[in-house]
């Protein structure tokens, strides 16, 4: 059968119009798996902002899944990114979604931003973001807790960038909902924003190099700077373990120092109850197609095999564990 989901002509065009996909792939039956999906799949990928590293990444994702000749045909969606991703992903909208760590970590546990346990499953683990914090200098901050009172950007609502800020911040002493003034925005308005002085400081959880942070930093690097956030990271981790401390090298903005920073892994994620012919493609296909993915954004060359079993505590699919044995991935 033709794993797609009858919809009217209405019913298409408004998932068309939302940004969700249009047909649905399988559900796993639990047989052997194969990596041969037999029949025409459609499947819709999760990404992030227009201007973000989910988004660049997950386009060439899309575009190498096609260019494979296969049955399964992938289209990527802009959105708000993890938490977004995740409820979508989980009400059937797409099909695969990328997300933070912690945001993943949340779904599996039902906590936080999510009141049950979602039934989320990994594809790999895959690059690193890097929370890349910003100030205009003639805000004045020097600190996270200095952004009391400011205009602050904590992101998209419902993004990974926002679950981050909310949690920096808090860990600096600061309640995000009443001692700064937030600012929900996406990173383009946010760039915007920090250009034109209407925002002093902003917050983005992304790859590297994220190329609206590469627009912000070329086109007004002598009115802003990077923040080291480093101090909160012991309060951090004492709210979620995946937080760690990493460097935003001084050639990635050419700034004049590398930066210190809180790091977090990203996940492809997928439901639990994927077919696990289709899930063991996906996974195939982003290892086999890693250095291709690299020349759309330097992030992917982090994606390795070795590191894409680690994805804990968000169980992996068993379609890709599969697709990694056959890789010989450890």
């Known amino acids: 059968m033709r794993k797609t989901l009858a919809l009217t002509a209405v019913g298409v065009l408004a998932l068309a119009g939302c940004g969700g996909k249009q047909d649905a792939a399988g559900t796993?039956?639990?047989?052997?798996v194969t990596c041969d999906v037999g029949s025409d799949t459609r499947i819709g990928i999760a990404t992030g902002n227009a201007t973000g590293v989910y988004f660049a990444l997950g386009n060439a994702y899309a575009e190498q899944i096609n260019a494979g000749g296969g049955t399964v045909r992938a289209t990527?969606?802009?959105?708000?990114?993890?938490?977004?991703n995740i409820q979508q992903l989980v009400a059937g909208e797409f099909d695969v979604a990328f997300s933070l760590a912690d945001s993943a970590a949340d779904a599996v546990s039902g906590t936080n931003s999510f009141t049950a346990a979602q039934p989320v499953q990994a594809l790999a683990r895959i690059h690193t973001n890097?929370?890349?914090?910003?100030?205009?200098?003639?805000?004045?901050?020097?600190d996270v807790a200095g952004m009391r009172g400011k205009?602050?950007?904590?992101?998209?609502?419902?993004?990974?960038?926002?679950?981050?800020a909310q949690r920096v911040l808090t860990s600096a002493g600061l309640d995000p909902a009443k001692d700064v003034q937030a600012q929900?925005?996406?990173?383009?308005?946010?760039?915007?924003?920090?250009?034109?002085?209407s925002i002093d400081a902003m917050f983005w959880s992304g790859g590297l190099p994220t190329p609206g942070i590469t627009d912000l930093l070329t086109?007004?690097?002598?009115?802003v700077q990077f923040l080291d956030i480093t101090p909160v990271l012991p309060a951090l981790k004492k709210?979620?373990?995946?937080?760690?401390?990493?460097?935003?090298?001084?050639?990635?903005?050419?700034?004049?120092?590398?930066?210190?920073?809180?790091?977090?892994?990203?996940?492809?994620?997928?439901?639990d109850n994927l077919d696990a012919d289709v899930a063991c493609v996906l996974t195939r296909t982003l290892f086999e197609k890693q250095p291709q993915l690299a020349q759309a954004n330097a992030a992917a060359k982090e994606i390795a095999p070795g590191k894409a079993r680690q994805t804990a505590p968000v169980p992996l699919h068993r379609g890709a564990a599969k697709a990694l044995d056959d890789l010989g991935a450890p």
């Open 28 to 32: 796993d039956t639990g047989g052997a």
């Open 76 to 84: 990527a969606s802009e959105t708000g990114a993890s938490v977004q």
């Open 130 to 142: 890097y929370t890349q914090v910003i100030v205009r200098k003639a805000a004045g901050i020097t």
């Open 151 to 164: 205009r602050v950007s904590t992101g998209s609502p419902k993004s990974g960038t926002e679950v981050i």
């Open 184 to 197: 929900r925005l996406d990173l383009t308005k946010t760039v915007d924003g920090m250009k034109d002085g």
């Open 219 to 223: 086109t007004a690097g002598d009115k």
């Open 239 to 271: 709210i979620n373990s995946v937080y760690e401390q990493g460097t935003i090298p001084a050639a990635t903005y050419r700034t004049p120092a590398d930066v210190a920073t809180v790091v977090v892994p990203n996940l492809l994620l997928v439901r």
